[in-house]
């Protein structure tokens, strides 16, 4: 009896083997091989499951023969049981070469093709043209690090060996300090800003812009600005202490003036200068960035990524939220202009784009000037990263209300300078740098308001104002003081 009760058991456990088996297996990225999430499993008509984050998954299979494996934005791929064995049970999906055909909402489907023209479709109805008023709070705040930073007296030039040695003293001091410095500052702007979109051709648009009212702060971590302006200007000082203060001179770089008459009284007002006023032109620069810099309208436009002459595009998820689905489309580069990648998130209803991600693609650089051989001068934007966020207003229309930039610049600057004093004497005095590092630069914005105006309100002459600098006490009473209005627009 035990004899038979053990082979009905053995025969139990086989047939369990046979008839109700689990494997245990992942799925990745065929190019990138990394995990690929909420990857659909079937093994029969009532039988699947799901891959977790990690892409793993564990299935029981029965009398199945194969396992389909289906994921948004990728190949469809029907493995057979004996050859997933084979395969250490790793399974490799490709990217859809020709985007999802089919999306299914609700109880009906979408072709791809179909949303993508409904995007284009209504960008005018979901977008105005129209000039615009916005009132503005923007911080930018930047990150310098030096890697390598010299400053040097030349030998021949006419100063004792004495002073020569304290001055070269100086400069290592000088050096040394930047090469250390790891502080951040940031200027916080608050103020209107006036744009206008003007057609240059059919092809092309640019955006007119004005600023007024604006208000200034600038938060400087132990007292510190630094920037390539200031560090320029702090040298010159240092050079200058080495001369006679009283006098004047001529500034050159190699074969190029750079100019007629500096002095240490001069360099110094105007260090002074920078340090207590705001940068208008860099508050109007970084805004019309992020406002213009990717126009949908532009065709044929490298930046725009809604252009399928530039970049492919690919649905690769829909999302969910209380109010819509949203389609989450991937773009990248199909030219070699087309410098970004990234994702377009669009309204399922009204086919708005919502949020758009984006940052350089691999290999892809912004502005580059490399005359590093020629003039000892070399720089390169070599990274960028940013979101922009649209919400519908109560003009009707979709408006930009936030946004954020983060960027990376090199930079390499090995000159020589030159003083020569302005006197029948003309003494010179001959002074080497070498500065090499990088500048990391973030842009926020929020928009507090959007007002849409006619284009005689645009072109109406405005009052503008230099830019008043706050002090602390008026910093301190304002509502975006340590950047308020940013932290409630993130909250919500």
Known sequence: MKTCFF??????????????????????????????PNVTIQVSKNIGSFTDENGLFNIQISNSKK?????????????????LKILNFIVKLKESENNLEEVVLGNHKISFDSI??????????????????????????????????????????????????????????????????KTSFSADYYGNYYSKIVEASKRKRFLSSKIDSI??????????DITLESVQANAQILFLSQLNKQKTYKLKS????????????????????NKDSINLSQFSEKLSDLIQGFRFTNKKNSTNFLDNYYYKHQIIDTLSTNSSTIYVVSFSPKRSKAKYNGKLYIDADDYAITKIEYQFAKGKKGTNLNLRLLLGVKFSENFKKGALLFKKGPTGFYQLTHAKEKEGRYFYLNR?????????????????????????????????????????????????????????????????????????????
Not at 7 to 28: E, P, Y
Not at 67 to 83: E, P
Not at 216 to 222: D, F, P, S, T
């Open 67 to 83: 396992v389909i494996f289906s994921c948004l934005g990728y190949q469809t791929r029907t493995i057979a049981i004996d050859s």
């Open 416 to 492: 020589s300078l030159k003083f020569i004093e302005n006197s029948k004497a003309r003494e010179k005095v001959k002074f080497g740098f070498k500065i090499e590092g990088n500048f990391y630069g973030t842009t926020e914005m929020v928009v507090i308001k959007t007002e849409l105006i006619d284009n005689k309100t645009f072109n109406k002459k405005i009052n503008i104002n230099k830019g008043r600098v706050l002090t602390k006490k008026e910093y301190d009473t304002t509502t975006w003081k340590n950047a308020k209005l940013l932290q409630q627009y993130q909250k919500q």
């Open 254 to 273: 190699g074969l190029f003036k750079l100019e007629d008459s500096v002095s240490i009284i001069k360099v110094s007002k105007e260090l002074k200068a």
């Open 116 to 181: 993508m023209q409904s995007v284009r479709y209504y960008l005018k109805v979901n977008y105005s043209d129209l000039p615009k008023k916005r009132t503005i709070f923007m911080r930018y705040t930047n990150q310098p690090d030096f890697k390598k930073v010299d400053f040097e007296l030349d030998r021949n030039t006419l100063i004792s060996r004495k002073r020569r040695k304290l001055a070269n003293k100086d400069f290592e001091a000088f050096s040394s300090k930047l090469k250390k410095t």
């Open 7 to 36: 082979s009905l058991f053995l025969f139990f456990l086989t047939s369990l083997g046979v008839f109700a088996q689990t494997i245990n297996g992942k799925v990745i990225d065929t190019n990138t091989a990394l995990p690929i």
């Open 215 to 224: 208000q200034g702060y600038r938060l400087l971590n132990n007292n510190e």
